[in-house]
């Protein structure tokens, strides 16, 4: 006797260009990750204002109390905005959670360029500012000078070297990144490396935060996970924080020009053998950054190419969501702006 079996249903193919009603939910999804960014923006930066003026001067010139605030304005910020963000987009982050997409060799090169590339960005941001400093543009960056409490040091450590970099993981590769990923792998990629460079609200740290945000991007978007970028982000502020703080302690005159606090020019006779190792070891693994970023250019990679109809969902639409050129007109403003009309 013969046998008929239902064929199974197969899904509508999907048209290149989407309709009315796909553009409304597309946009209304764009939205609503911008607006997770702009209360993360409203957050920081209104307990910021608050704290400068209602707080007295006292409280300010208490070195734990300020640096006990300092580094509770962004956790309270990011907590709430990945809070908001899971709930609104539906995340979930137990697969992020995964070991299973990296190896020792994967960490290898991305910690070493990463680490490589905070040199060159630092490179980069002192010319920008010599340039600057010829037409009298002057524009503060985040002080992570050392100061006289060690339960202040020890509270700023633990932020920049570990809270910071969690929270910072779980809010720009996680809500906002697998938020963007759906159509096109590479917009979310450079869109949240943007984007975590400008969160730093100064164009110093702008310029590492995107350089150091691809590759965080990439390697969470190809193994999975954010272990990876997490891990990679302690490194990189940590060995900061470190080469810093040596800086500060072997040779004064050495940090206070090297952070443009001193206006005396360095000369090689200022720096100690340690102060040379230490700038050669950095150059160094610069050099092998730029190796690695070769190897991996020319290997290539398994990122997905955006196809057609990812494309016709993703700048077309992007760019006709409002909350995100809000997002980028108050970053822009806070980053450019901002920092050199303050003084």
């Not at 050392?146 to 509270?155: C, E, V, Y």
């Not at 730093?200 to 945000?213: A, D, P, S």
Request: overall charge positive.
């Amino acid at each position: 006797m013969e046998q008929f079996y239902a064929m199974p249903p197969q899904p509508a193919p999907v048209s290149v260009k989407p309709d009315k009603e796909e553009r409304r939910q597309i946009r209304k999804k764009y939205n609503l990750t911008a607006l997770v960014l702009l209360i993360n923006i409203f957050i920081f930066n209104g307990i910021a204002i608050a704290g400068g003026s209602f707080l007295p001067n006292s409280f300010w010139e208490n070195e734990f109390y300020s640096t006990a605030y300092s580094c509770c304005i962004p956790i309270i910020s990011e907590i709430t905005a990945i809070i908001v963000g899971i709930k609104l987009m539906g995340l979930d982050f137990k697969p992020l959670a995964t070991r299973d997409g990296f190896n020792g060799g994967t960490m290898f090169k991305l910690i070493t360029l990463a680490v490589g590339l905070q040199t060159a960005a630092s490179m980069i941001a002192a010319i920008i500012t010599a340039i600057l400093d010829q037409f009298g543009l002057k524009s503060p960056t985040a002080d992570l000078t050392a100061t006289t409490s060690l339960p202040a040091n020890l509270l700023m450590y633990f932020y920049a070297c570990l809270l910071g970099p969690v929270l910072e993981e779980l809010l720009y590769r996680g809500v906002l990144l697998q938020s963007m990923r759906k159509y096109n792998e590479k917009f979310a990629i450079f869109l949240s490396a943007v984007i975590f460079g400008l969160m730093h609200e100064n164009y110093q740290q702008f310029i590492l935060g995107f350089l150091v945000g691809i590759p965080l991007a990439v390697v969470t978007i190809k193994s999975g996970s954010l272990i990876p970028s997490i891990f990679t982000h302690i490194i990189v502020n940590t060995s900061g924080m470190f080469f810093n703080c040596w800086m500060q302690y072997s040779n004064s005159k050495f940090y206070q020009s090297a952070t443009g606090k001193a206006v005396d020019d360095l000369t090689l006779s200022d720096m100690s053998t340690a102060d040379i190792t230490a700038v050669l070891f950095r150059f160094g693994i610069m050099i092998a950054a730029l190796v690695v970023g070769i190897v991996v250019l020319v290997k290539g990679g398994n990122m997905s190419r955006p196809t057609p109809a990812g494309k016709a969902r993703t700048m077309p639409i992007f760019v006709t969501a409002a909350l995100w050129w809000i997002v980028f007109i108050l970053y822009a403003f806070l980053n450019f702006v901002w920092p050199f009309i303050r003084q």
